[in-house]
């Protein structure tokens, strides 16, 4: 062997200590959390975490540079995208009998470098996800004060044409955000009584809205003179819906609050679907009355919902606008930052990142270190990024997320058993399956037709339909975002590599379905898998190659970065590398400690159950 090269026996253990799994000793407790929430406890619950956040954020971006009046239709196609992946993350949380973000559910089913690059992502997307809220607070301020603000600042500082900054340095957003870390770092909650507060108020200003804008509405505003229903076309359209996934990442507090349901395996599903549908309506018709009120192309993009009522000189209905939004985003603002010291918390008691971030202060129970870092960076990004740029930065995280936790469906279904004790005991099915073929074995009535697959070892031609599966859905959703710009292919090459992607995905399905899957009883599973899954990666990858390639650039030196800290830190730091070598000390802190020191933004610590305004996925 040449010198200087690794062993085939070290390249085996460096492989599996990428791969290791999470295991938790206390999840195999009976949960001491009463079932008493029904379909509809859990309906409001994920639409009190999501309503709003897409409408005050982002409408006026996506109707301005992407979409114009056909944004109705990017919301209706993200709000599929979510509903297939909310469907998957609640059997995933499903089969986790305690609470627990993507970060959790990858390290116990998928090994240790995924989940610390999920944990990675979802750091980037608490941080632009509240740097975006606060520039989009500062905007409606800013309105409220006649733009004095901004014409002030641009006055001193100047306009910047920069990619990816804004035009001048956003110093509001920057404070807003100083201030509330300056109040969380304190111990500063948000009672459980005021969160519903303002969401009654947030959504009674929705329906404001509506109805004032019906009365208002001017159908010529979709004609062909003021540039039509969808002037910038089908790619607009999807570059849209891309983007408006960012108003439906909300549904994770369903999922995880799964075991306080009456009747989960039931009361999940339907309590995702019909929160899906009803804010998938909400922002339709706000997106509807707000281009028939004033052309689209006159809209101000950072506070667009209160421009219209001033274009119409209904400035007291302006001011009752701003009034919701901040009413929406104040809540939403406290839901980001504390995810954020959670998942730091979460990761660095785990040992995949810097102890430091684990301790948390005696007397206010939070952690300061995390506030005092994260906080600067988040009110950095703020000052200087634009709201798209900040807006496609979360989306291409969640995005990523949702369809690695969507594959993580199916790779869980066709395994032989569950990959760790935590899942606790699967429930029989019947009597009869003693008999039954083990998961990832070929069905017993398909085994005439696969004598292909009979030199396979159990599972390894599902691991290559998987990763077959994926490799045709990129490609097909490349040659079907980039034949005419990017590709430059004659004609029968596009026809021939659209086919051989086609065929390629098509007979993946194929060979996954008729392989024998786990069936549970006791949980919710999503139906027909691997087709829903498989559709819900196809969807997730067409949207994400709509997001902007400078973007795309910005997010991959933020993954180097995180690559860096795992190998350079994580790896050797690691919890289960420390059970690995017994004589060595575990890091200290406790994650159960942890989330009990950061407390949900609407809970009051000893008397308001715990599912309301969970955390957990923001």
């Given amino acids: 062997m040449a010198w200087g090269l690794p062993s085939t026996a070290s390249l085996v253990r460096f492989c599996q200590k990428l791969n290791r799994l999470k295991t938790l000793e206390e999840s195999t407790r009976e949960t001491s959390l009463q079932r008493h929430l029904t379909t509809l406890d859990l309906t409001l619950l994920g639409v009190g975490a999501t309503v709003g956040l897409g409408l005050y954020v982002l409408t006026g971006t996506v109707v301005k540079e992407m979409a114009g009046p056909a944004v109705l239709v990017s919301f209706a196609v993200a709000g599929v995208a979510s509903l297939l992946t909310a469907l998957c993350y609640a059997e995933l949380a499903a089969c986790v009998p305690r609470r627990g973000s993507s970060y959790l559910f990858t390290y116990m089913f998928m090994g240790e470098l995924w989940a610390f690059l999920i944990g990675w992502i979802l750091i980037l997307q608490c941080l632009t996800g509240g740097a975006a809220i606060a520039r989009v607070w500062s905007s409606y301020l800013d309105a409220i004060c006649s733009h004095h603000i901004r014409s002030f600042t641009v006055a001193h500082v100047g306009i910047w044409q920069v990619p990816l900054l804004a035009q001048y340095p956003d110093f509001l957003a920057a404070g807003i955000l100083l201030l509330v870390s300056a109040f969380v770092s304190c111990g500063v909650r948000i009672s459980s009584w005021l969160n519903h507060i303002f969401l009654a108020v947030s959504l009674v200003v929705v329906l404001f809205i509506i109805i004032l804008g019906c009365v208002l509405a001017r159908p010529h505003n979709w004609s062909a003179e003021e540039g039509g229903f969808a002037p910038f076309g089908f790619s607009g359209i999807m570059a849209g819906a891309a983007t408006c996934f960012y108003a439906f990442m909300g549904f994770g507090a369903i999922a995880v609050s799964s075991e306080e349901a009456q009747n989960p395996k039931r009361a999940v599903p339907r309590a995702i679907a019909i929160s899906v549908a009803l804010v998938v309506g909400t922002n339709i018709l706000v997106s509807t009355v707000l281009t028939l009120m004033v052309p689209w192309h006159s809209l101000d993009p950072d506070w667009?919902?209160?421009?219209?009522?001033?274009?119409?000189?209904?400035?007291?209905?302006?001011?009752?606008?701003v009034a919701g939004s901040i009413c929406a985003m104040t809540t939403v603002l406290f839901r980001y930052i504390f995810f954020l010291l959670h998942i730091i918390s979460a990761m660095a008691t785990d040992g995949l990142f810097f102890q430091v971030f684990a301790h948390v202060h005696p007397r206010t129970q939070v952690p300061m270190v995390g506030i005092l870092v994260f906080m600067v960076i988040m009110a950095f990004l703020a000052l200087l990024l634009d709201l798209k740029t900040l807006v496609q930065f979360r989306c291409i995280g969640a995005l990523l997320v949702y369809t690695f936790l969507v594959t993580s469906i199916i790779v869980l279904r066709f395994q032989k058993a569950p990959p760790s004790s935590?899942?606790?005991?699967?429930?029989?099915?019947?009597?009869?399956?003693?008999?039954?073929?083990?998961?990832?074995?070929?069905?017993?009535?398909?085994?005439?037709?696969?004598?292909?697959?009979?030199?396979?070892?159990?599972?390894?031609?599902?691991?290559?339909?998987?990763?077959?599966?994926?490799?045709?859905?990129?490609?097909?959703d490349c040659v079907l975002v980039f034949w005419d710009s990017a590709l430059h292919l004659p004609l029968w090459g596009y026809t021939l590599l659209l086919l051989l992607s086609s065929v390629m995905f098509l007979l993946s399905l194929l060979v996954l379905g008729a392989h024998q899957q786990q069936r549970r009883q006791d949980t919710f599973q999503i139906p027909m898998v691997p087709l829903t899954p498989a559709l819900s990666i196809l969807l997730n990858i067409f949207l994400m190659l709509h997001l902007s390639s400078l973007a795309w650039l910005c997010f991959s030196i933020w993954m180097l970065i995180g690559l860096v800290v795992y190998f350079g830190y994580g790896i050797r730091h690691s919890k289960e590398n420390q059970r690995e070598r017994p004589g060595l000390t575990a890091p200290r802190g406790s994650l159960e400690e942890t989330v009990q020191a950061l407390q949900p933004l609407s809970q009051t610590p000893a008397q308001e159950p715990r599912h309301t305004g969970q955390p957990d996925n923001p």
């Fill in 422 to 476: 935590s899942l606790g005991p699967v429930s029989p099915v019947g009597t009869e399956q003693a008999s039954a073929p083990e998961p990832g074995q070929p069905r017993p009535a398909l085994r005439p037709y696969l004598g292909f697959l009979g030199g396979c070892r159990p599972g390894a031609a599902v691991a290559w339909a998987l990763g077959v599966l994926v490799a045709s859905a990129i490609t097909l």
């Fill in 304 to 321: 667009a919902l209160t421009d219209v009522f001033y274009q119409r000189g209904y400035s007291w209905a302006g001011f009752i606008v």
